[in-house]
C-alpha cells in the first residue's frame, strides 16, 4: 500500500532541519510528505502568526523545488480553539482511504506522546515514526505501547526554532531569513532596538553582503558571517560613558592605545555575548575587530571586515571590491584593506594604532 507521511508542527520558523528529515524520509518510505502547520498548537504558542509561518513553509520548500513535499492548510483552516492530531489523522483518513497513513515525530516527542489526546486511537489509524537523534532519550514503553517505528537518521543537525528565533543558529534557508528579516520577526524585533533606523538598515545590508561573499567563496559559515554583520555595530549606540565603563572592566588592555571611536566594535562583541547570548566565539571575534582589524584574522573576521568597508549603502561605488570578495574573499579582504588605508590617507585620518598596524603589515606588507 502507498504511504503518506504526515508531518505537523509549529514550524516557528521552518529550518533545514525540518526539510532534511522530510527530504529523507520521503526516500527512504518511498512516499510523499505533507507538512501540517498549526494554527493553534496544543503545546505552545506560537512566536508568528500562522500567516508569516505558513508564508515562511511555502517560500522554504518552493527553494527545495522538491514535488514529493508539500503542504496541507487543513489545521490552518480549522476553527478550532486548539489543534489536534487525531482530528488531522482522521481528516487524512477520510481523504486517502487507500493510503497508509504515517505520522513523523520527533524522538523528544516520544517521551510525552501518552500524553496526546486520543494517542491509542493515533496509533490505530495511523503507523507513528520518530526520528531517532543521537543523545535524546526516548520512552520504551511508548514505543512498545504505540507501535512506533524507528527512522535512523542522524543528518538533521542540531538546529531548532528556538535557535533560530534567538540568533543563535541560522541554518535555514536564505529566502527564509530574508522574510524574517522584511517582516521584523524573531530575532530582528531584539535588534532594531539596538541601533537608530539608518545605522540597522547599514548592519542589515553589511549582514547580506558578509553572507553573499561566504557563500560566493563556498563556505559553510555563511549564517555566522550572516550573525556578525547584523550585529558588528550594536555598540555604537551605547553612550561613552557607558562604554568606557565596559573597556575599563572587560578589555583595559585596549584604553590606553586606541582611540574612543574604536570602542564600539568591543563593546559590540560584550553586548552580543552578555545581552543576545551569542557564544560563538568566531561570531564574537569578528565583531570585535570588525573596524580596526588585527595580526592573523579569522575568515569571518575577514570577510565582515571586508563588508562593513564595502556596504553599497555607503554612498561610493565599491562593486568592484564586491566581486573581487565573492571571487576570493581572502584576497578581496586585502584589497579592501588598502583602499581603506588609501582613504585615511587621503582625509588625514590615523590609523597609528596596535591593531590596525598590525593587520597592514601583515596583510599588506606595510611597515
Known amino acids: 500500500m502507498e504511504k503518506v507521511i504526515l508531518f505537523g508542527g509549529t514550524f516557528d520558523p521552518v529550518h533545514n532541519g525540518h526539510l532534511r528529515i522530510a527530504r529523507y524520509a520521503s526516500l527512504k ?3 510523499d510528505v505533507v507538512f501540517v502547520p498549526a494554527k493553534n498548537p496544543r503545546w505552545k504558542k506560537p512566536h508568528a502568526s500562522i500567516e508569516n509561518r505558513h508564508n515562511m513553509l511555502r517560500i522554504a520548500l518552493k527553494k527545495e523545488g522538491t514535488g514529493s513535499v508539500y503542504i496541507s492548510d487543513f489545521e490552518i483552516k480549522s476553527n478550532a480553539d486548539t489543534n489536534y492530531t487525531i482530528d488531522t489523522i482522521k481528516h487524512f483518513v477520510n481523504e486517502f482511504p487507500d493510503r497508509e497513513i504515517c505520522l513523523l515525530i520527533g524522538a523528544d516527542q516520544v517521551e510525552s506522546f501518552h500524553d496526546w489526546k486520543d494517542a491509542e486511537e493515533i496509533s490505530r489509524l495511523a503507523n507513528i515514526i520518530y526520528v531517532e537523534r543521537p543523545r535524546v532519550y526516548v520512552k520504551e ?19 531548532s526554532s528556538s535557535a533560530v528565533r534567538s540568533l543563535n543558529d ?20 531584539k535588534i532594531r532596538e539596538k541601533y537608530t533606523p539608518e545605522r540597522y538598515k547599514h548592519a542589515v545590508s553589511v549582514a547580506n553582503v558578509a553572507y553573499a561573499i561566504a557563500k560566493n567563496n563556498h563556505r559553510n559559515d555563511a549564517n555566522d558571517c550572516y550573525i556578525a554583520g547584523l550585529l558588528h555595530d ?11 565603563e565596559i573597556m575599563n572592566k572587560y578589555y583595559q588592555e585596549y584604553l590606553t592605545n586606541l582611540p574612543p571611536t574604536l570602542y564600539h566594535q568591543f563593546v559590540g562583541a560584550y553586548i552580543a555575548k552578555t545581552e543576545l ?13 570588525h ?7 579569522t575568515p569571518i573576521s575577514k570577510i565582515v571586515y571586508a563588508a562593513d568597508k564595502i556596504d553599497p ?6 562593486m568592484k571590491l564586491i566581486r573581487a570578495c565573492y571571487k576570493d574573499y581572502y584576497r578581496g579582504f586585502q584589497m579592501v584593506l588598502n583602499e581603506n588605508r588609501k582613504h585615511l590617507i587621503k582625509n588625514h585620518l590615523s590609523y597609528d594604532n596596535p591593531l590596525t598596524k598590525s593587520c597592514m603589515e601583515l596583510y599588506l606588507g606595510e611597515k
Open 29 to 31: 518510505l518511498n512516499a
Open 141 to 159: 514503553d511508548n514505543i512498545k505501547k504505540y507501535n512506533m517505528t524507528p527512522l535512523s537518521y542522524e543528518g538533521s543537525g542540531t538546529i
Open 170 to 189: 541560522l541554518d535555514t534557508p536564505k529566502e527564509v531569513l530574508d522574510y524574517i528579516e522584511k517582516h521584523g520577526l524573531y530575532y530582528i524585533k
Open 234 to 244: 550594536v555598540g555604537k549606540m551605547v553612550n561613552d560613558i557607558k562604554q568606557k
Open 277 to 289: 547570548n551569542i557564544n560563538n566565539e568566531a561570531i564574537l571575534d569578528a565583531i570585535k575587530f
Open 291 to 297: 573596524a580596526t582589524g588585527k595580526m592573523n584574522m
Open 313 to 318: 549603502l555607503r554612498g561610493y561605488d565599491s
